[in-house]
Structures are given as structure tokens and as C-alpha cells.
């Protein structure tokens, strides 16, 4: 069993940045999961935000972040990172970490094995 923790959210004003974090305990050691940010605004669906490889050698973003969002990780400290820089009000939402044993770090939400409960980020226009 994997637990995953966010930390990071809050409020900010368009344009500007926030730093999510997402701390994993338990289970395999953390290099032997890939991972992955997804995000659900209140009344839609859930949304894939980047996903990175076990190494970290790798990552995959929508075109919606783009060159806004940096995903990176630090497997000595077993910790997951978005950078979101230029932060527009359409970013807000609810913020999830996720890892999957398997090894995918694509968009579909079913190759993820465990869930954080989420952290909230809000932008004002």
C-alpha cells in the first residue's frame, strides 16, 4: 500500500506560480513507480496534468500545460513535484498525485494504482 500526501496548494493571482508536492510512503521503493498529476474542477471531469517515468528521465504533458507545468521528481526523497508557473483561472481545481506500479505515465486515470486525496489550488483572475 502506497500513501500518497500533496502539499502546496492555495490561492495566487493569475500569472503566478505555485509548487506542489507529493509525498510517498509505503509499498516498493518510490523509483519503481511512475507518477502522475491530474486535477478536477468542480463539476467536470477528471483531467491529466503530467506524468513522469520512473527515473524521471521522461515526461508527458497535455497541450493545456504545456510550457506552464514542470513535473519532476527526487527519489532519495521519495517526493513528486509541479512547478506551475503563468497560472491562468482555469487551473483551478483540485489537485491529485497518483503512481502506478506498472510503469505508465500517460493521461488514462485506470494505469494508476494509488491516490492522494488532493490539494486545492485556486487562481483569481
Known amino acids: 500500500q502506497v500513501h500518497l500526501v500533496e502539499s502546496g496548494g492555495g490561492l495566487v493571482q493569475a500569472g503566478g506560480s505555485l509548487r506542489l508536492s507529493c509525498a510517498a510512503s509505503?509499498?516498493?521503493?518510490?523509483?519503481?513507480?511512475?507518477m502522475g498529476w491530474f486535477r478536477q474542477a468542480p463539476g467536470k471531469e477528471r483531467e491529466f496534468v503530467s506524468g513522469?517515468?520512473?527515473?524521471?528521465?521522461?515526461?508527458y504533458y497535455p497541450d493545456s500545460v504545456k510550457g506552464r507545468f514542470t513535473i519532476s521528481r527526487d527519489n532519495a526523497k521519495n517526493t513528486l513535484y509541479l512547478q506551475m508557473n503563468s497560472l491562468k483561472p482555469e487551473d483551478t481545481a483540485v489537485y491529485y498525485c497518483a503512481c502506478s506500479i506498472s510503469g505508465a505515465y500517460g493521461r488514462s486515470d485506470s494505469s494508476y494504482d494509488y491516490w492522494g486525496q488532493g490539494t486545492q489550488v485556486t487562481v483569481s483572475s
Open positions: 513522469i517515468s520512473r527515473s524521471g528521465g521522461h515526461q
Open positions: 509505503g509499498g516498493r521503493t518510490f523509483s519503481s513507480y511512475s
